[in-house]
């Protein structure tokens, strides 16, 4: 399984960008799909998650600001980010966890991560 994460760029504060992560799998094959995070010198975080279901959820700091949703026919999760702030900068990487049966462990698959950078 391969994940395409694109998207990242550089914005002013206040300004917006939409990330992509396009699945070459059947994203309805993943138990969950996420966003992280990883700034400078700090490790990484998550940020958003959208559940096989599609329940949704995402960190305090982001809350009104950042959307997480996901397109199952082209198989490509989305992180729609507004209202950006310096702090934001990051490279953002997606995820997605293939749940195993049993108690074998799920396997996790990462994108090679895409760089935003929010300028003050």
């Known amino acids: 399984v391969q ?9 002013q504060a206040g300004g ?18 996420s966003w992280y995070r990883q700034a400078a010198d700090k490790g990484r975080v998550m940020v958003a998650i959208i ?3 599609g329940s949704t959820n995402t ?6 600001r950042f959307t997480i949703s996901r397109d199952m026919i082209k198989n490509t999760v989305y992180l729609e980010m507004s209202s950006l702030k310096p702090e934001d900068t990051a490279v953002y990487y997606c995820n997605a966890e293939r749940k195993m049966p049993d108690s074998t462990p799920s396997i996790v698959y990462w994108g090679q991560g895409t760089l935003v950078t929010v300028s003050s």
Do not use: H, P, W
């Open 16 to 33: 917006s960008l939409r990330l992509s992560c396009e699945a070459s799998a059947n994203i309805v094959s993943f138990a969950t799909m």
């Open 3 to 11: 994940l395409q994460a694109s998207g990242g760029g550089l914005v």
């Open 59 to 64: 960190i305090d700091s982001v809350k009104g």
């Open 51 to 53: 559940t096989k279901g």
